[in-house]
């Protein structure tokens, strides 16, 4: 390969790695090399130096493929098949569906070509970043600074589709999406104040059954890690195992946990807390776990949990002192909450976080891409966004999707209902004089160990459900109920909300490029070539259960990406 001739890559890459070949010389990275050329092979794929418009391009030729196909072949089998192929070759899952007819509106629709390319694309670009040394602490902390800058773009782009799209409900009160988004979850303020909110509960429970809190990180094999720690320099482990992504590095400590938490339970023994994920400087993530349990089973939860953690590669260098670390909490020296509040503050928005460190020690600073400022918390956030990775997961406990329940009922609802239903109503409930408290809502639902078998359930309905691909019957939440009287539901409240037209259209997506001057044009050709492939499908073979479930499985085989 020309020591000139990096294409592919964006100019910055480029630009370092004609450098570095000119100075090392090109046989001294040879894995590079093998990336490199990769990417050049690489030819049914969208470039990683293309711009967003291309994405939407190809996107664009799935979708009229798929028409061209639904057009032609006669049978359901043969047609899924087709996409089958389209996907393969395009290097993402499978559509999903229950029905074939469902899987086809699936593969006939654009929106869905272009999030699956588009996520697909990023996750190979960050990929390959890694695998060519620009995610680092020296070159780029935990994502490339071009995942940075895409993700960031990609984040205020959706930020202003919310805010142009206002819906109403049965009351007439508006609101715009943005607004809405803003009141849930989606809001990092609010996203940290329930997490800590709730690792206070546990510790507040902790504290009454005079439990102790046990801190532990654990973390992938070194064969996980792209960059050594210490020099910078590649890792021969990772590329001799195939340069695996953070996605199964996650995959891998998703297994460990599962089988970890196995073991407890037959050992009968019930931790109760939270995990975080987070990357290290190279995106490998890790794990922090914070649990409570009585003091005379902590021994055997330490070891449990360094015999799992260490049973891949557990003599390896370094491993004993690296891969499992532990610490027991202390009375009298801080709260377990407090300890574990830099964590779930760095990986949402930094609040309060001070100093922000990588897992090996280094001082990450906010810096300066073009004229946009990134906090070390941000590029964090990206990380996660952009390889899909759950960042915060509770052990034991009851749900949560009951605590949010009961936030939707009103209190002349519960005013006779059973006493734990009252009384964890008003755990869920913030007013003036008080706040909300997860230990009292875990105390009425039988304490911390209780699981999904507590008092207080989440009742559901049958509902007709009326989706952009399918109309199907699907079970959905409507309140709770008392495990003793399963009849009495005490209902929830949900608006009913509708989109409201706009007299002029927003313009917030990339244009179509070569079909933007046609959209009327297009969108009638669409509505004709739908109708005319989903009627090719009548009268012909419906595909049956078996054939569904292959699909699936065979989604499940290729793209077996983690938790």
Same mark, same amino acid.
């Given at each position: 390969?020309?020591v000139?001739a990096?294409?592919?890559?964006p100019?910055?890459?480029g630009?370092? #790695?004609r450098g570095?070949f000119?100075?090392?010389?090109?046989?001294?990275?040879?894995?590079?090399?093998? !990336?490199?050329?990769?990417?050049?092979s690489?030819?049914?794929?969208?470039?990683l130096d293309?711009?967003? +418009?291309a994405?939407?391009?190809?996107?664009?030729?799935?979708?009229?493929?798929?028409?061209?196909?639904?057009?032609?072949v006669?049978?359901?089998d043969?047609?899924?098949?087709a996409v089958?192929v389209?996907?393969r070759?395009?290097q993402?899952?499978?559509p999903?569906?229950?029905t074939?007819?469902?899987?086809?509106? $699936?593969?006939?629709?654009?929106?869905?070509?272009?999030?699956?390319i588009?996520?697909?694309h990023?996750?190979?670009?960050?990929?390959?970043?890694?695998q060519?040394?620009?995610?680092?602490?020296k070159?780029?902390?935990y994502v490339?600074d071009e995942?940075v800058?895409r993700?960031?773009?990609r984040? *205020?782009e959706?930020a202003?589709?919310l805010?142009?799209? =206002?819906?109403?409900?049965?009351?007439g009160q508006?609101? +715009?999406?943005e607004?809405?988004a803003a009141?849930?979850?989606? %809001?990092?303020?609010i $996203? @940290?104040?329930?997490?800590?909110?709730?690792i206070?509960?546990f510790?507040?429970?902790?504290?009454?059954?005079?439990?102790? &809190?046990?801190?532990?990180?654990?973390?992938?094999?070194?064969?996980?890690?792209?960059?050594?720690? *210490?020099?910078g320099?590649?890792?021969?482990?990772?590329?001799a195992f195939?340069?695996?992504?953070p996605?199964?590095?996650?995959?891998?400590?998703c297994?460990?946990l599962?089988?970890?938490r196995s073991?407890?339970?037959r050992?009968g023994i019930?931790?109760?807390g939270? $995990?975080?994920?987070?990357?290290h400087?190279?995106?490998c993530p890790?794990?922090?776990?914070?649990?409570?349990?009585?003091?005379?089973q902590?021994?055997?939860?330490?070891?449990?949990?360094?015999?799992y953690?260490?049973?891949?590669? &557990? =003599?390896?260098?370094?491993a004993?002192? %690296?891969r499992? *670390?532990?610490?027991?909490?202390?009375?009298g020296?801080g709260t377990a909450?407090?300890?574990?509040?830099?964590? !779930?503050a760095?990986n949402?928005d930094?609040?309060?976080v001070?100093?922000?460190?990588? /897992? =090996?020690?280094?001082?990450?600073?906010t810096?300066?891409?073009g004229n946009e400022?990134?906090?070390?918390s941000?590029r964090?956030?990206?990380?996660?966004?952009?390889?899909?990775? $759950?960042?915060?997961?509770q052990?034991?406990?009851a749900?949560?999707? !009951?605590?949010?329940?009961l936030?939707r009922?009103?209190?002349?609802?519960?005013?006779?209902?059973?006493? /734990?239903i009252?009384e964890?109503w *008003?755990?869920?409930q913030?007013t003036?004089g008080?706040r909300?408290s997860?230990?009292s809502y875990? @105390?009425?639902?039988?304490?911390?160990?209780?699981?999904r078998?507590?008092?207080i359930?989440l009742?559901k309905?049958t509902?007709?459900?009326?989706g952009?691909?399918?109309?199907y019957q699907?079970?959905?939440p409507?309140?709770?109920?008392?495990a003793?009287?399963?009849?009495?539901?005490y209902?929830?409240?949900r608006? !009913?909300w509708?989109?409201?037209?706009k007299?002029e259209?927003?313009a917030v997506a990339?244009?179509w490029t070569?079909?933007?001057n046609?959209?009327r044009q297009?969108?009638?050709?669409l509505?004709k070539?739908?109708?005319?492939?989903m009627?090719?499908l009548k009268?012909?073979?419906?595909?049956? =259960?078996n #054939?569904?479930?292959?699909?699936?499985? @065979?989604?499940?085989?290729?793209? +077996?990406?983690?938790?």
């Open positions: 390969m020309a000139e990096v294409q592919g890559l100019r910055r890459m630009s370092i #790695l570095m000119a100075r090392d010389g090109v046989e001294r990275h040879e894995n590079k090399v093998n !990336v490199i050329d990769k990417v050049w690489d030819t049914d794929l969208v470039p293309a711009p967003a +418009s994405l939407h391009q190809a996107a664009d030729a799935c979708a009229r493929e798929c028409f061209r196909i639904c057009e032609t006669k049978t359901i043969a047609i899924l098949l089958g389209i996907c070759r395009q993402i899952p499978l999903q569906g229950r074939a007819g469902e899987i086809t509106r $699936r593969a006939l629709d654009r929106g869905w070509w272009l999030r699956s588009r996520k697909a990023a996750r190979r670009f960050e990929h390959v970043a890694i060519l040394g620009f995610v680092s602490y070159t780029g902390v490339s995942t800058q993700q960031r773009r984040n *205020k959706n202003k589709l805010a142009s799209i =206002e819906v109403e409900n049965e009351l508006t609101y +715009s999406l607004k809405l009141l849930g979850t989606s %809001n990092p303020a $996203r @940290r104040g329930e997490l800590m909110n709730r206070r509960g510790e507040e429970i902790a504290t009454d059954l005079r439990h102790v &809190g046990v801190f532990s990180t654990i973390t992938a094999p070194s064969k996980y890690h792209a960059v050594l720690s *210490k020099s320099e590649e890792n021969p482990r990772y590329i195939g340069s695996p992504t996605r199964d590095a996650q995959a891998y400590l297994e460990v599962a089988r970890f073991s407890l339970h050992k019930r931790p109760y939270f $995990r975080i994920a987070e990357p400087h190279d995106g890790h794990w922090h776990m914070l649990v409570f349990l009585p003091a005379n902590v021994e055997a939860y330490q070891a449990e949990l360094r015999a953690a260490l049973a891949v590669d &557990g =003599e390896e260098p370094g004993q002192e %690296n499992v *670390k532990l610490v027991n909490i202390e009375a020296k909450a407090g300890y574990i509040a830099k964590y !779930v760095k949402i930094g609040e309060g001070g100093q922000h460190k990588t /897992a =090996e020690g280094w001082d990450v600073t810096d300066l891409l400022e990134i906090t070390p941000q964090v956030v990206y990380w996660a966004q952009v390889w899909g990775i $759950r960042q915060f997961q052990i034991g406990g749900p949560i999707g !009951v605590w949010r329940e936030r009922i009103k209190e002349e609802t519960v005013r006779h209902a059973p006493e /734990a009252k964890a *008003k755990a869920v913030k003036e008080s909300t997860f230990a875990l @105390r009425q639902q039988g304490g911390p160990a209780v699981g078998a507590g008092l359930q009742a309905r509902i007709t459900v009326e952009k691909y399918a109309t699907d079970e959905k409507c309140g709770v109920y008392h003793w009287n399963i009849g009495a539901v209902e929830s409240v608006h !009913v509708k989109r409201l037209e007299t259209a927003v990339v244009p070569r079909v933007n046609c959209t297009w969108q009638a050709e509505k070539r739908t109708e005319k492939g009627e090719s009268g012909h073979s419906i595909a049956t =259960e #054939l569904i479930q292959k699909w699936q499985n @065979r989604h499940n085989e290729e793209f +077996s990406y983690g938790h």
